[in-house]
């Protein structure tokens, strides 16, 4: 059997990324998001753990020893420099655990059609040459305000603009109407995919 195609699923916060990630779960795609893989890593990989201890002390741990990802969000959200030292942490760690992830599915003996990646800064950081095809998730400002905390001014200074995306993608859906219409786009995909 072929492997399956690999897919990333990316644009920006309030896109409604995890939303088309769970509809390519819902017709048959694997499906994993990056950011489990983070949340799994910080929870549990005693290297990252041990890093973010000598880099900034118990300030991010609970008394349980629990990782506590809102302090982590406000140290990097307000110095660049540390935002960099996390990310070059955690990404190359979260690459190959969703490379291992599509590896397990091809040995698979009923491999699925589709694997889909969940990678929310997937242009930035040059990683669309490890899938098959890129599907870009967009939607209007107000509608990506009213469905996240984060503000415009925190969220964007970082990222590539959605048309940068957009021309660069397989794929693109602007995500502003209902779950039925997302799940058209992704069946729509999908064939295109498989076919």
Same mark, same amino acid.
């Given at each position: 059997m072929p492997r399956p195609?690999?897919?990333?699923?990316?644009?920006?916060?309030?896109?409604?990324?995890?939303?088309?990630?769970?509809?390519?779960?819902r017709h048959g795609a694997a499906v994993v998001s990056s950011d489990e893989i983070v949340h799994r890593l910080l929870d549990g990989d005693e290297e990252v753990r041990s890093a973010l201890r000598e880099r900034w002390g118990d300030r991010v741990f609970r008394d349980d020893g629990v990782v506590m990802r809102e302090a982590i969000g406000h140290i990097v959200f307000e110095d660049p420099a540390e935002l960099d030292w996390l990310e070059g942490l955690l990404h190359p760690? +979260? =690459?190959?655990?969703?490379?291992?992830? /599509?590896?397990?599915?091809? %040995?698979?003996?009923?491999?699925? *059609?589709?694997?889909?990646?969940?990678?929310?800064?997937?242009?930035?950081?040059?990683?669309?040459?490890?899938?098959?095809?890129?599907? +870009? =998730?967009?939607?209007?400002?107000?509608? /990506?305000?009213?469905?996240? %905390?984060?503000?415009?001014?925190? *969220?964007?200074?970082r990222l590539l603009p959605d048309t940068a995306k957009i021309a660069q993608a397989d794929f693109a859906y602007v995500n502003d109407g209902s779950r039925e219409k997302l799940d058209d786009f992704v069946q729509a995909v999908l064939r295109e995919l498989t076919r």
């Open positions: 195609v690999a897919v990333a699923i990316t644009g920006g916060i309030g896109a409604g990324k995890s939303e088309a990630l769970r509809s390519f779960a760690r +979260v =690459v190959d655990e969703y490379l291992s992830w /599509r590896e397990r599915l091809a %040995e698979l003996d009923d491999p699925p *059609r589709v694997s889909a990646t969940e990678v929310p800064l997937l242009y930035e950081v040059g990683g669309q040459d490890r899938f098959d095809a890129v599907v +870009v =998730v967009t939607a209007p400002a107000e509608v /990506r305000g009213a469905r996240t %905390e984060v503000s415009a001014e925190e *969220r964007e200074p």
